[in-house]
């Protein structure tokens, strides 16, 4: 509650209510709470549990197939926030869906299995740092708010869980084909031992870039063409300048490069250069 910064003038789209214990603390701390569950006999036990409360309103549904701006459009002049405790086989779909979507939240505050946070805010160079790193911190950056053991759960789960909170950027953080840009990236972190010249020419045909272009295109960025993928080249954005491997390969008019000009740590300091976080 505290990572997601709830008060009066918050409207609070809660996914997965359950039994309503969160729902009961936003309700006291929200001006609006707007609670989707698929389960029905728990809308009926939520819809009974809040009956009296004006500021709670439950939908039963699947939020992966409900249009949010409709659903959400009776709270002008609330802010959106997310607050959520996802079922853990859906967190990726659900976190994708919300960032992607029409509806701007200002923030999104969910519980989420530990190795899935570490993931959403990975370095650069590490195990855990892949295309979904990327993908996320394209929308919105990534703080982990809390470490959630699992006695604190009943049944105990045989997972640790954390609390992210994901802050949506305004506008996107790169001029580029979209499409493009994370085909590039799905083609290197999904062959993560091979080097970034064969990840990008192999599973299709045509292959994505030719060998000569790529090589020369690393080239010129001063790295060799063993480099992998996901090994020294964070794979991460700038805005500013363009990627010379997509500048000379003309699949972008603007376009990215695989160097980052400021990554923002979990502790909220800044990188300056990618030198100074390998």
Same mark, same amino acid.
């Given at each position: ?61 699947? =939020? ?18 997310v607050v959520a405790n996802l079922p853990y086989y859906i967190t990726t779909p659900v976190l994708m869906y919300l960032l992607e979507g029409d509806v701007r939240f200002e923030s999104i505050t969910v519980m989420v299995q530990r190795e899935v946070a570490e993931r959403l805010n990975a370095r650069p ?119 010379? =491997? ?33």
């Open positions: 509650m505290n990572a997601a910064g709830v008060d009066k003038q918050d409207c609070i789209l809660e996914i997965g209510p359950g039994l309503g214990a969160v729902t009961q603390a936003l309700a006291e701390r929200a001006g609006r709470v707007r609670a989707v569950e698929l389960d029905a006999r728990s809308v009926a036990v939520l819809r009974d549990l809040f009956a009296k409360n004006e500021n709670v309103h439950i939908s039963q549904g699947d =939020i992966l197939k409900l249009d949010l701006s409709e659903l959400l459009s009776e709270y002008e002049g609330f802010r959106l926030k160079s590490t195990k855990d740092y892949g295309a979904l790193t990327l993908a996320v911190k394209y929308h919105a950056s990534v703080t982990i708010a809390a470490n959630v053991p699992p006695n604190c759960f009943m049944p105990r789960p045989n997972v640790d869980s954390a609390v992210v909170c994901l802050i949506p950027h305004m506008y996107p953080p790169v001029e580029a084909d979209k499409d493009v840009m994370f085909q590039i990236i799905r083609a290197a972190f999904g062959q993560r031992r091979k080097t970034l010249v064969n990840a990008l020419r192999i599973g299709k045909e045509p292959p994505l870039y030719n060998k000569e272009s790529i090589i020369s295109a690393l080239a010129d960025l001063g790295f060799p063409e063993n480099i992998r993928g996901d090994g020294k080249i964070p794979l991460f954005i700038s805005g500013k300048s363009p990627f010379p =491997i997509f500048h000379r390969l003309q699949k972008f008019r603007r376009g990215f490069f695989f160097y980052v000009q400021k990554f923002v740590q979990p502790q909220g300091g800044v990188y300056t250069d990618y030198a100074d976080a390998a």
